[in-house]
Each structure stands twice: as C-alpha cells, then as structure tokens.
C-alpha cells in the first residue's frame, strides 16, 4: 500500500515570497490534516478536511495560510506572502474513514525555509 | 485543556540498556494516548497507542507503555536499546477522536 505522498520535499523562499505544498493521502482515506512542526517542537495541526469540507482550522492563520481539497483527494498548502517564523516541516496525515487519529499515516513532510 | 508533558528533552543510553521515556498527560476526560516515533527525515510512525482498553500496551520494535491514571503518565520503556531506535520520539494525547496535542519530544541517543 502506498503511503501519504508530499511534494516538494524541501523549499527555500525568500520573505514575502508565496509558496504551496501538495499531499496525495492513501487512497480511500476520508480524513486529510496538514500539520506545522516548528524545529525542536512537536507538530501543532493546522487543517483537517473529512473529504472536501473542512473539519477545524481552528489554528490556521488565515491572513497568510489556505488549503484546499477540492475533490476529496489531494490537497494543497500555501502560504502568502511568507514570514521568517513559517520555517518548519509542514506534514500532512490521512486516515481510513471512521478511524479519526486513532489510526493516522503521516508523510514524509517538506521543510520549508524562509530567508 | 489537554496538554502532555515529555520531562526530558534528550535521553541518552548506551547500547543493550533499558529505555524509559516519561510522559505526563492532562486530560479532563479519558483520552487516548499514543507514541509515535520520528526518524531524520522520515515521516511519522505510530509506535503504540493505548484506547481505554489494557493499560499496559504493547507496540513495534519491541517498545510498550503503561498507562496509569493516577499519576496521569503514559511512560514508554523498552529494555534494551539498539541503536536504530535513536530517533525523536513524541507522546499524545487525544481527548477525542478528531483533535491530537502533541508533546515537546523527546530525542534519543543510543551509544555503542
């Protein structure tokens, strides 16, 4: 079985500077979060989608963050326009419908960078 | 509010010795809580997760964890370190099934 995929897997902006992560979950998979993990923290979840609609993004700052997940499937990331503090690996879970984080799958992550 | 604790940043054992990574939990309700495990540059991997069921819970790689509501700890042992297992670990926290806390981490160093 495929695992959560993400892309790109490192990034480097420079301030003020936009920039947008893709994930492709595990197939099948209803429920989509994508998490911020700062250097030295844990991750802190930003988004959850459960298909296409929104769950809690609660700790998404909107003024400069959005996601989507217009077909239930793959989502999208981005950050706009970028500040020093959003360097962190953004990671993005997925989990089979009914299972909530009882039974998360995490991908790899991509590091971001900002200059 | 629901929040863990990982009372050590950095964890060093030596090849062949016990390991003990300690967790505390707040949690007004009975919630799940899980370990998982972070390898340079590698996703997250669930270790073990304990949900109301035996409170002493057994994982992958050898690892388990016991649960104790009254000292609201959540401590992962294993007893004998390899040296694969040096990697970050993170204790969690769910007080539902929709939202995860994660705790600070903790990193662990196996030496020859």
């Known amino acids: 079985e495929a695992g ?13 500077q936009s920039v947008a992560f893709w994930c492709n979950p595990i197939s099948g998979h209803a429920t989509l ?3 911020q993990q700062i250097l030295g923290q844990g991750p802190k979840l930003l988004i959850q989608f459960q298909n296409n609609g929104v ?5 998404l700052p909107k003024d400069r963050f959005s996601a989507e997940r217009l077909k239930g499937v793959d989502s999208t990331l981005k950050i706009q326009p970028a ?8 990671l993005c879970a997925s989990s089979p419908p009914g299972a909530g984080v009882n039974e998360q799958f995490f991908g ?7 200059l | 509010a629901q ?5 050590d940043s950095h964890v060093s054992v030596s090849e062949g010795t016990p390991v003990l990574l300690r967790c505390n939990y707040s949690s007004s309700y009975s919630p799940s809580l899980f370990w998982y ?21 057994k994982g992958i ?17 294993k007893p004998s370190a390899h040296m694969s297992d040096a990697a970050e670990y993170f204790c969690v926290v769910s007080p539902n099934n929709n939202d995860m806390r994660f705790g600070a981490g903790t990193r662990l160093t196996v030496k020859p």
């Open chain 2, 3 to 7: 929040s863990v604790t990982q009372l």
């Open chain 1, 83 to 90: 500040k020093l503090e959003d360097s962190a690996v953004y």
């Open chain 2, 37 to 57: 495990v972070q390898h340079p540059n590698k996703g997250l991997q669930l270790l073990l997760k304990y949900t109301s069921a035996a409170t002493l819970v």
């Open chain 1, 55 to 59: 769950v809690d993004d609660s700790q």
């Open chain 2, 61 to 77: 790689n050898g690892f388990e964890a016991e649960f104790k509501k009254s000292e609201t700890s959540f401590h992962l042992t």
């Open chain 1, 33 to 35: 979060y994508w998490y």
């Open chain 1, 4 to 16: 959560v995929a993400q892309s790109p897997r490192y990034k480097i902006i420079e301030k003020r």
């Open chain 1, 108 to 114: 790899p992550g991509t590091r971001l960078t900002v």
